[in-house]
């Protein structure tokens, strides 16, 4: 019996403690399939910043599930073994932001395929990624090889003639010591002499460049080509004035030598024009894109993103800057910068330029005063472009930005492959260079008749209107054409107040519109709820008896709904003694501030905003600070202003599938990432520790019991 007893209890505790390793061993597979699955089927994580910096916006969203063909995106990113531990942080943390970013890109989309790799590591992904890149860009160097050629028959000419001419001029400098004391003459020997070296060096480059690498430096060799052309052309022609010149009064020299000193313009001359018409096949010819993306392969720290729209021959690069924004920090230490990532504006921008079906552009016109988009330079002073933070917000959407000055010409800039065009009548106020002097700028008769007619030929155009009263000069030049063309009055000597009740008796007006409810349209509909401010705005209304075949449909307004809003009259008592008040010649709410026209007849569309400077890069780059618990946050306080002009440049440009909310560079400060040495730890808590502390507790539990 005491046998069987022992037996048993033997049994019991065999069966009891397996029981505990098999449960263990069940859960610890359970904690590592769940982990497993978690990380790699895991749902995009949810954004809860407030400015939704997390977020792929709804432009891309719309961009993605559109696109026409596959897409591959391969980011090469590679992180230094000799960096530094705040470097090697700062690399990783940007590794995570485009693999995540590119991840993101793939979920919404099933015709987007991504890799990360890194160059050296990933050595034969990389050399496969040559191969294709050099099949993708066949044909990209087909005029580079061209000059590379004629280069070859042209160089034993340039030797020929550099060699002679040297040992003519060093042979007259050393029988006559007028010569030979001569200044230019001996420049000149020393110019022929180092033209003809470099000409018969220039062949073995060229060819080391164009075969000596994985992929061939067709722009480096015509770099070489060129400059080469250049010296031999600038020192044939310094030459032949010399010696036509004042090489004619060198002493001592016989007559025939000045003769055919005179006659070197005519030997030279078929050379010249031999290299001039190459030089111009040479400056014309863009760098290759395949050298450059083989050179960021090469680098020590490559981090570059590239897209290629698969079975085509198209591709674009984003190149480091691109992709990462560099800022001074916000600590205020000069020694430190701070890195915004901008991945997903550059990375859709570049996806949009690929699969555009068309090219567009944007034109802003004017007449006269400062260039709207570009910077002007003087010997004073640079003067920066109002609307620069349009002009980027349009080229990031695939608009080709360019400015117009109907004073300088009455038809628009000739833009090479755009089939669209949109324009942008922004205000051009006249001005007086010195008292006394007659106006300057400004849109005069002939100029309005110029936008008149691109509206009546069917042209998309969007007007930016300028506060304009009537104590401040002119009226505003197309408040007829407004009413005539589309039934919307302008009252552009007005301004939009609302009048702010601080007590009883006291109410500060405010020329500051802010508006966060838009009219249903197809171009503010995705916007609602984002704030764009208006200042110094004036009224439009929309006409009761429309011109035949036009439709006006209101995209903001102004109602009474949202507090007590009216259009000012008596500007100089608002401007004088900050004072107004709503009385019998201002113009009472609801009137619209933005307004959008169609013609049914001729498909024309147009857009008028009773404010332009909301376009500026005062309002659109505004930034408000927060703190947070990370520190200092920012972000843009007015949103709604560009994404609504964009919409529009899209509406106007029948890209209805593109209008939404697009994306901005990251801008507010974000919480700590975990460091990759962090993932690891966790990683290991997670599949190891947590279970293994499971099996111990069991361990200590099946001890405890055989006591």
């Given at each position: 019996?005491?046998?069987?007893?022992?037996?048993?209890?033997?049994?019991?505790?065999?069966?009891?403690?397996?029981?505990?390793?098999?449960?263990?061993?069940?859960?610890?597979?359970?904690?590592?399939?769940?982990?497993?699955?978690?990380?790699?089927?895991?749902?995009?994580?949810?954004?809860?910043?407030?400015?939704?910096?997390?977020?792929?916006?709804?432009?891309?969203?719309?961009?993605?599930?559109?696109?026409?063909?596959?897409?591959?995106?391969?980011a090469l990113f590679r992180i230094s073994d000799e960096v530094d531990e705040a470097t090697r942080s700062q690399a990783e943390l940007q590794k995570r932001q485009i693999d995540d970013l590119l991840r993101r890109y793939s979920t919404i989309s099933g015709k987007v395929h991504y890799?990360?790799?890194?160059?050296?590591?990933?050595?034969?992904?990389?050399?496969?990624?040559?191969?294709?890149?050099?099949?993708?860009?066949?044909?990209?160097?087909?005029?580079?090889?061209?000059?590379?050629?004629?280069?070859?028959?042209?160089?034993?000419?340039?030797?020929?003639?550099?060699?002679?001419?040297?040992?003519?001029?060093?042979?007259?400098?050393?029988?006559?010591?007028?010569?030979?004391?001569?200044?230019?003459?001996?420049?000149?020997?020393?110019?022929?002499?180092?033209?003809?070296?470099?000409?018969?060096?220039?062949?073995?480059?060229?060819?080391?460049?164009?075969?000596?690498?994985?992929?061939?430096?067709?722009?480096?060799?015509?770099?070489?080509?060129?400059?080469?052309?250049?010296?031999?052309?600038?020192?044939?022609?310094?030459?032949?004035?010399?010696?036509?010149?004042?090489?004619?009064?060198?002493?001592?020299?016989?007559?025939?030598?000045?003769?055919?000193?005179?006659?070197?313009?005519?030997?030279?001359?078929?050379?010249?024009?031999?290299?001039?018409?190459?030089?111009?096949?040479?400056?014309?010819?863009?760098?290759?894109?395949?050298?450059?993306?083989?050179?960021?392969?090469?680098?020590?720290?490559?981090?570059?993103?590239?897209?290629?729209?698969?079975?085509?021959?198209?591709?674009?690069?984003?190149?480091?800057?691109?992709?990462?924004?560099?800022?001074?920090?916000?600590?205020?230490?000069?020694?430190?910068?701070?890195?915004?990532?901008?991945?997903?504006?550059?990375?859709?921008?570049?996806?949009?330029?690929?699969?555009?079906?068309?090219?567009?552009?944007?034109?802003?016109?004017?007449?006269?005063?400062?260039?709207?988009?570009?910077?002007?330079?003087?010997?004073?002073?640079?003067?920066?472009?109002?609307?620069?933070?349009?002009?980027?917000?349009?080229?990031?959407?695939?608009?080709?930005?360019?400015?117009?000055?109907?004073?300088?010409?009455?038809?628009?800039?000739?833009?090479?492959?755009?089939?669209?065009?949109?324009?942008?009548?922004?205000?051009?106020?006249?001005?007086?260079?010195?008292?006394?002097?007659?106006?300057?700028?400004?849109?005069?008769?002939?100029?309005?008749?110029?936008?008149?007619?691109?509206?009546?030929?069917?042209?998309?155009?969007?007007?930016?209107?300028?506060?304009?009263?009537?104590?401040?000069?002119?009226?505003?030049?197309?408040?007829?054409?407004?009413?005539?063309?589309?039934?919307?009055?302008?009252?552009?000597?007005?301004?939009?107040?609302?009048?702010?009740?601080?007590?009883?008796?006291?109410?500060?007006?405010?020329?500051?519109?802010?508006?966060?409810?838009?009219?249903?349209?197809?171009?503010?509909?995705?916007?609602?709820?984002?704030?764009?401010?208006?200042?110094?705005?004036?009224?439009?209304?929309?006409?009761?008896?429309?011109?035949?075949?036009?439709?006006?449909?209101?995209?903001?307004?102004?109602?009474?709904?949202?507090?007590?809003?009216?259009?000012?009259?008596?500007?100089?008592?608002?401007?004088?003694?900050?004072?107004?008040?709503?009385?019998?010649?201002?113009?009472?709410?609801?009137?619209?501030?933005?307004?959008?026209?169609?013609?049914?007849?001729?498909?024309?569309?147009?857009?008028?905003?009773?404010?332009?400077?909301?376009?500026?890069?005062?309002?659109?780059?505004?930034?408000?600070?927060?703190?947070?618990?990370?520190?200092?946050?920012?972000?843009?306080?007015?949103?709604?202003?560009?994404?609504?002009?964009?919409?529009?440049?899209?509406?106007?440009?029948?890209?209805?599938?593109?209008?939404?909310?697009?994306?901005?560079?990251?801008?507010?400060?974000?919480?700590?990432?975990?460091?990759?040495?962090?993932?690891?730890?966790?990683?290991?808590?997670?599949?190891?520790?947590?279970?293994?502390?499971?099996?111990?507790?069991?361990?200590?539990?099946?001890?405890?019991?055989?006591?």
């Amino acid at each position: 019996m005491a046998i069987n007893h022992q037996t048993n209890q033997f049994r019991r505790r065999l069966i009891f403690g397996g029981n505990v390793v098999f449960s263990v061993a069940i859960v610890w597979t359970i904690i590592v399939l769940v982990n497993l699955a978690t990380e790699r089927l895991s749902p995009d994580p949810t954004d809860l910043t407030r400015s939704g910096q997390f977020s792929i916006s709804p432009r891309t969203v719309n961009l993605l599930k559109d696109l026409p063909n596959d897409i591959t995106i391969t980011a090469l990113f590679r992180i230094s073994d000799e960096v530094d531990e705040a470097t090697r942080s700062q690399a990783e943390l940007q590794k995570r932001q485009i693999d995540d970013l590119l991840r993101r890109y793939s979920t919404i989309s099933g015709k987007v395929h991504y890799k990360v790799l890194d160059p050296i590591r990933d050595n034969a992904e990389k050399t496969r990624l040559i191969q294709t890149l050099k099949e993708t860009y066949a044909g990209e160097a087909t005029k580079h090889k061209e000059v590379i050629d004629e280069f070859k028959k042209l160089d034993p000419k340039i030797l020929t003639l550099m060699d002679r001419e040297r040992n003519a001029f060093k042979e007259l400098a050393e029988n006559n010591e007028k010569v030979n004391n001569d200044r230019n003459i001996v420049a000149i020997y020393y110019r022929f002499t180092k033209n003809y070296t470099d000409a018969k060096t220039a062949i073995d480059d060229i060819n080391e460049l164009v075969s000596g690498e994985d992929v061939p430096r067709y722009s480096e060799a015509v770099a070489i080509i060129q400059k080469l052309y250049e010296n031999v052309k600038n020192d044939l022609l310094a030459a032949s004035e010399y010696l036509t010149g004042e090489g004619q009064k060198i002493e001592g020299l016989s007559e025939q030598t000045l003769a055919s000193f005179r006659e070197k313009p005519k030997q030279y001359a078929e050379l010249s024009d031999l290299i001039g018409k190459q030089l111009m096949l040479c400056v014309d010819l863009p760098k290759l894109e395949l050298e450059d993306i083989y050179n960021q392969l090469k680098q020590k720290n490559a981090r570059t993103v590239i897209v290629q729209v698969d079975n085509t021959p198209k591709s674009k690069v984003l190149s480091y800057s691109d992709i990462w924004q560099i800022t001074p920090s916000q600590t205020g230490d000069i020694s430190k910068v701070d890195y915004h990532f901008n991945g997903e504006a550059a990375l859709s921008s570049a996806i949009l330029a690929l699969t555009a079906k068309e090219k567009s552009a944007a034109i802003f016109i004017h007449a006269g005063g400062p260039d709207p988009v570009k910077p002007g330079y003087s010997a004073m002073r640079v003067s920066q472009a109002p609307y620069n933070a349009l002009k980027e917000k349009l080229e990031e959407a695939n608009f080709v930005v360019e400015s117009w000055d109907l004073l300088r010409g009455s038809t628009p800039p000739e833009i090479p492959d755009v089939t669209r065009k949109v324009y942008v009548v922004v205000p051009s106020v006249p001005q007086k260079a010195q008292p006394g002097a007659p106006t300057v700028g400004g849109y005069k008769e002939a100029e309005i008749a110029i936008v008149e007619k691109l509206i009546t030929d069917g042209n998309r155009v969007m007007f930016l209107v300028n506060f304009q009263p009537a104590i401040m000069g002119s009226p505003y030049p197309f408040a007829d054409l407004f009413e005539k063309k589309f039934g919307v009055k302008l009252e552009a000597e007005k301004v939009v107040l609302q009048g702010i009740e601080l007590n009883d008796k006291v109410t500060v007006p405010n020329n500051q519109v802010a508006v966060s409810r838009y009219n249903d349209h197809e171009i503010t509909r995705p916007i609602q709820s984002l704030v764009s401010s208006f200042i110094w705005a004036s009224p439009l209304t929309i006409m009761e008896t429309l011109p035949e075949g036009i439709g006006v449909a209101p995209l903001i307004t102004i109602t009474p709904e949202m507090g007590n809003y009216w259009a000012e009259n008596n500007i100089y008592m608002l401007l004088q003694r900050r004072h107004a008040q709503k009385d019998d010649d201002d113009t009472p709410a609801p009137f619209q501030i933005a307004v959008a026209v169609e013609d049914s007849k001729t498909k024309n569309k147009c857009v008028i905003f009773g404010n332009e400077l909301f376009a500026t890069d005062g309002m659109a780059n505004k930034v408000d600070y927060f703190m947070t618990p990370q520190g200092i946050g920012a972000q843009y306080a007015f949103p709604g202003n560009l994404e609504l002009l964009t919409n529009v440049a899209f509406w106007l440009n029948d890209n209805s599938n593109l209008i939404s909310v697009g994306p901005r560079k990251a801008d507010v400060v974000r919480i700590k990432d975990i460091s990759d040495r962090g993932l690891m730890t966790w990683k290991v808590f997670l599949w190891g520790v947590w279970p293994m502390g499971a099996l111990v507790a069991g361990a200590v539990v099946y001890l405890f019991r055989r006591r």
